[in-house]
């Protein structure tokens, strides 16, 4: 059975940090390219970085290009986004999917709120 779990997502001040991970488990992590999604209230979800079975990775959002900086530990089957420089229009519902052989693994989210 597969599980993807996110977990360190909370309210933070502007200007302050979070690392969100994603533990993931039923499938042979350490070939799947990991990304992380966020959705914004109101918003369409969308694609903030993906991180390949060989450790390459996009940013795709010009936003957080120096601010964001996904990772992995396939020892741990673990995904990373660690995040800095928050700013307010980074409040969103953060997700975490795993894609292996064209089938995607979602987990349920984990929401960030940056406010002061």
């Known amino acids: 059975q597969v599980h993807v779990v996110e977990s360190g997502g909370g309210l933070v001040q502007p200007g302050g940090s979070l690392r969100l991970s994603c533990a993931a488990s039923?499938?042979?992590?350490?070939?799947?390219?990991m990304s992380w999604y966020r959705q914004a209230p109101g918003k369409e979800r969308e694609l903030v970085a993906t991180?390949?079975?060989?450790?390459?990775?996009?940013n795709y959002v010009d936003s957080m290009k120096g601010r964001f900086t996904i990772s992995r530990d396939n020892a741990k089957n673990t995904a990373y986004l660690q995040m800095n420089s928050l700013k307010f229009e980074d409040t969103a519902v953060y997700y975490c999917?795993?894609?292996?052989?064209?089938?995607?693994?979602w987990g349920q989210g984990t929401q960030v709120t940056v406010s002061s």
């Open positions: 039923g499938f042979t992590f350490s070939r799947a390219a």
């Open positions: 991180i390949f079975s060989t450790g390459g990775y996009i």
């Open positions: 999917k795993g894609r292996l052989n064209g089938v995607d693994y």
